[in-house]
């Protein structure tokens, strides 16, 4: 069965603390690795998708990495507006169904 | 350029009854996906719709359907509502059938059941 699994659960950082987020993934046939940021009573906006391990991907402060277990999403120098919650979710087989870990709360203080 | 839209926002059901969500996808996009994000489970996989056809269901009783319409917007129908249906449902779109085309969200229809 495929699983994702994000780290930690709730992350707090000072603005300019950079820091990274983990997505650890086990699935089959990996189509594609996704991050999406959450605003509360929001849906789920994409931010990136990663195909194969080696890639790596930049919008503004945010960079996502892939390894063949793993995603990262490195946050350089947050800003209080990149609070949100981070979901990764993995693509499998032929299916078109994601996989979706249990999202990361990021809170930035000014 | 619209993005994908759902409605209502809000909707309040007792128990046994029966709710319809509704979606219409970005323009262009043929395939619609449904999630239930429930507090604390995360984004689970619900419908996928491309075409007019069902292909592929998560791990949901059969009490959840939907369809798909020619103009690719969708439904989602929930038959003999438990307290433990309460939860965000989301509908997702995306270009066609690539596994690996992003999946672009709308921000939910949030139901409640009493």
């Known amino acids: 069965e495929d699983q994702v699994t994000q780290s930690p659960e709730a992350l707090r950082l000072q603005e300019g603390e950079s820091s990274s987020l983990n997505c650890s993934y086990t699935?089959?046939?990996?189509?594609?690795l996704f991050w999406y940021r959450q605003d509360p009573g929001k849906g789920p906006e994409f931010l990136f998708t990663?195909?194969?391990a080696g890639e790596e991907k930049e919008k503004e402060r945010l960079k996502a990495t892939l390894t063949k277990k793993e995603s990262f999403l490195h946050i350089t120098a947050p800003k209080p507006e990149d609070s949100a919650t981070y979901l990764c979710?993995?693509?499998?087989?032929?299916?078109?169904?994601?996989?979706f870990g249990k999202g990361i709360t990021l809170s930035v203080r000014p | 350029e619209a993005g994908v839209t759902q409605s209502p926002t809000h909707l309040i059901k007792t128990r046994g009854q029966q709710v319809t969500l509704r979606c219409s996808p970005i323009?262009?996009?043929?395939?619609v996906y449904w999630y239930q994000q429930a507090l604390g489970l995360g984004l689970q996989f619900l419908l996928w719709?491309?075409?007019?056809?069902?292909?592929n269901r998560g791990n949901f009783p059969p009490r959840f359907s939907g369809r798909q319409f020619p103009n690719y917007s969708s439904e989602l129908n929930v038959n003999a509502l438990e307290l433990e249906d309460s939860a965000l449902y989301l509908c997702?779109?995306?270009?066609?059938?690539?596994?690996?085309?992003?999946?672009?969200f709308g921000d939910g229809t949030r139901l409640s059941i009493l």
């Open positions: 997702a779109s995306s270009l066609g059938r690539t596994e690996n085309q992003p999946q672009h």
């Open positions: 699935v089959s046939g990996l189509r594609g």
């Open positions: 990663l195909y194969s």
């Open positions: 979710a993995a693509g499998s087989g032929a299916n078109s169904k994601l996989t």
């Open positions: 323009s262009g996009h043929t395939s």
């Open positions: 719709y491309d075409e007019g056809e069902e292909r």
